[in-house]
């Protein structure tokens, strides 16, 4: 890492540190579980995220489909012979409890992921398996602990393709990090400074949805913007004629296009086409192309880079993004007792 990239207790740390929190998470022991015909990961916020990289992934390289579900109310088709991973960082999320709540009470397979709360009591009232993380994180830098913790847990109910896909993955990961921290980080401070002062919109493939969803939450929590997110190459078919018929509106957004490099030759031509439409009417369209040897590599990629832009965006704002746990991002010095680690 460079010189200034040291992982420390901050977000920036955090965010950083993500190949070493998942190669970390990835040791811990695996939970017993009889082979479910389905299986449901319930989540909110970053812990839901957690779930919706490993079901992209799964699209590609699982033996059967994940269903992510951000609420306390499980699909209707759980029951028994199925499972469900609860994931809640902190343990007390209230609909995490609800769902644990109502798997038991519909005969599912539980196993949790957390740091402790609530929820790792009633697991260890009820003597349902806990992948632990550690505790001292805060919710939305402790992704790589999340998701590797989650793999194990999959693992142990015999779908190992998660696991085995991170492990390979996390020296390319740690690469993309080094580089990004050292010599490419004029390539983040670029982006972040073209994002500044307007509405960011940010736009992933299919397969790359929860990169586009980690974009807007992390520009929503560490740099306190107002964001939102939609799907590629769906973008042709609707929204695009909002952009060009909103003229009034659109001056204060810009489009980021989050491009898979292994994106099918068809799907790479709609893309282009959308954002030459954008640019032949005067709309800046930012893009960042992201490449990998499968869709989870490049989805952590992408999210790396997105992280680090949405902390370049707090600087540039003068805000801290240390404070974005639990509420808006505060102007730096606010916040009592806290260093900011960028």
């Known amino acids: 890492m460079g010189r200034d990239s040291k992982p420390g207790r901050?977000?920036?740390?955090?965010?950083?540190?993500?190949?070493?929190?998942?190669?970390?998470?990835?040791?811990?022991?695996?939970?017993?579980?009889?082979?479910?015909?389905?299986?449901?990961?319930?989540g909110m916020g970053t812990s839901a995220l957690a779930g919706e990289i490993a079901s992209d992934y799964a699209d590609e390289a699982c033996a059967a489909p994940l269903h992510v579900q951000r609420g306390p109310d499980l699909p209707?088709?759980?029951?028994?012979?199925?499972?469900?991973?609860?994931?809640?960082?902190?343990?007390?999320?209230?609909?995490?409890?609800?769902?644990?709540?109502?798997?038991?009470?519909?005969g599912c397979a539980a196993a949790c992921v957390t740091s402790g709360g609530r929820l790792m009591e009633m697991c260890a009232r009820d003597g349902a398996p806990v992948v632990a993380v550690p505790d001292?994180?805060?919710?939305?830098?402790?992704?790589?602990?999340?998701?590797?913790?989650?793999?194990?847990?999959l693992d142990g109910m015999g779908e190992p393709g998660t696991a085995e896909g991170l492990e390979s993955t996390v020296p390319a990961l740690k690469a993309h990090r080094d580089r990004l921290v050292g010599e490419g980080r004029g390539e983040v401070e670029r982006f972040a400074r073209a994002i500044r002062g307007r509405i960011p919109v940010v736009y992933g493939l299919g397969n790359m949805r929860s990169s586009a969803v980690r974009w807007k939450t992390q520009i929503n929590e560490n740099s306190g913007f107002v964001s939102s997110?939609?799907?590629?190459?769906?973008?042709a078919h609707n929204e695009i004629v909002g952009w060009m018929g909103d003229s009034a509106r659109v001056s204060d957004c810009v489009p980021i296009f989050l491009c898979d490099g292994g994106a099918s030759g068809y799907v790479k031509t709609i893309v282009e086409a959308s954002r030459d439409t954008l640019e032949e009417n005067g709309i800046e369209v930012l893009s960042y192309r992201v490449d990998g040897g499968s869709n989870l590599e490049r989805n952590l990629k992408c999210m790396l880079f997105g992280d680090l832009v949405s902390i370049e965006l707090a600087r540039l704002r003068m805000t801290d993004p240390d404070a974005g746990e639990g509420g808006a991002a505060r102007p730096a010095g606010e916040r009592r007792g806290h260093t900011n680690s960028f």
């Open 10 to 42: 901050g977000i920036y740390g955090q965010v950083v540190g993500m190949p070493e929190q998942i190669e970390e998470a990835l040791r811990a022991e695996r939970p017993s579980l009889p082979r479910p015909r389905r299986i449901c990961i319930c």
């Open 76 to 106: 209707g088709w759980a029951g028994p012979g199925d499972a469900a991973v609860v994931i809640s960082y902190s343990g007390d999320t209230e609909e995490m409890l609800l769902a644990y709540g109502e798997a038991a009470s519909r």
């Open 136 to 153: 001292d994180l805060s919710s939305r830098g402790s992704f790589g602990s999340l998701l590797g913790s989650l793999a194990v847990a």
């Open 229 to 235: 997110f939609g799907y590629l190459p769906e973008f």
